[in-house]
Structures are given as C-alpha cells and as structure tokens.
C-alpha cells in the first residue's frame, strides 16, 4: 500500500476521530442556548407543557417520536388543571358571511386585538351552528370557522390547544325563533388559566 494512501486514512480516521470528541460538547453548549433541533433540521427544539381540551397540563418532550408525554402532577398525585372560562364569543353573523368561514377584515382586527391583549393564555376555539342546515354541513361549517379563529389567534403567538366544531349539537338557546338562531351561531373563546 502506497504512503500516500496509508496517510490519506490515518487523516481521515483522525478528521473523525476529533469530529467525534467535540461533537459532544457542541451539543452541549448549544443545548443551554436553547438551540438544540427537534424533529426537522430547521425546528428548534422546544420542551414544554401542553393544555388537553380539558384544562389538563401534560409534559411533552416532543423529539419527532409519539407517546413522550405525562401528565403533570402535583406532589400528591393529583393533575394540575385549569378552569376553563369563556372569554370571548365570536356572533359568526357579524364576522362571517352567510355559509362562510372566511372572517371579514374588521372582525378579523377585533379578534388580533383580543388574542395580542390576552398575553400568555391558552385558548381552546369552537364553533357552533344553528340547527337550518344539515348535520354533516353544519359539522364542517362549525370546524371551518373555529378553524379561521384559531388561525388569527396564532397568527399573533396565541397558544390553541384545541379546535373543536359541534355544529349544532350544543344550542345556547332552542333554535325557536330568528333572534335564538342568530346567538348559536357562534365561535367561543375559551382561556385556559
């Protein structure tokens, strides 16, 4: 075997080698700057603490892998909730067009307002229909218009932890007469504290 090669591998064993050794502390300075990568090259790594539907606080430790989670828990076992509370109700007749789930401009800056003002809470968005329409139609329409809330919220760095339609399964009022109908169709804001 020719000198040249022999050294051309010991080169390239030692270039790994020293690769090897200092990767480990790469890592480790970049982990207290908080920049080690999650699951895709370009996201960071963030553990933290999600709110289920429920008001539930869960530690996530989410490396691209399912099933790292565990519910938070006080010292004696018991889960660390939080009340759930309406904060805010979206009439869908005044930021919705009829059958639609695109939110006009004005009620689209009233609800940027709301989430900017609300700081850290955690939100859970859903929609409601009034009972004019199909089960199934007024099922997507309810998921199609949280859906947009929800969107706005995050625009602005609002955390949702869920978004949830139930068409017209869950009435405020019967749906007996015009004024009813109109206070079901709605979008609820919910703040989990």
Avoid at 96 to 123: C, K, M, V, W, Y
Avoid at 152 to 160: F, T
């Amino acid at each position: 075997m020719p000198a040249a090669s022999i050294l051309r591998r010991a080169g390239a064993a030692l270039a790994l080698f020293l690769w090897l050794c200092a990767a480990p502390a790469w890592a480790a300075s970049q982990a207290q700057e908080g920049q080690i990568q999650g699951s895709g090259w370009n996201e960071p790594y963030v553990p933290g603490v999600w709110i289920d539907p429920d008001g539930c606080e869960h530690w996530v430790m989410d490396d691209g892998a399912e099933g790292y989670m565990s519910p938070h828990v006080t010292p004696d076992g018991r889960p660390v909730c939080h009340q759930p509370q309406i904060c805010g109700i979206v009439p869908t007749d005044q930021a919705f067009a009829t059958d639609r789930f695109d939110i006009a401009p004005a009620s689209r800056q009233r609800l940027e307002a709301f989430f900017r003002a609300r700081g850290t809470n955690t939100f859970l968005i859903e929609g409601h229909t009034d009972s004019r329409a199909s089960d199934a139609h007024n099922q997507r329409l309810s998921e199609a218009r949280a859906r947009a809330v929800a969107d706005i919220a995050e625009s602005v760095g609002a955390r949702i932890t869920a978004v949830r339609g139930f068409g017209e399964s869950r009435p405020a009022k019967p749906n007996t007469s015009a004024a009813n109908m109109a206070a079901n169709r709605r979008v609820e804001i919910i703040c989990l504290h």
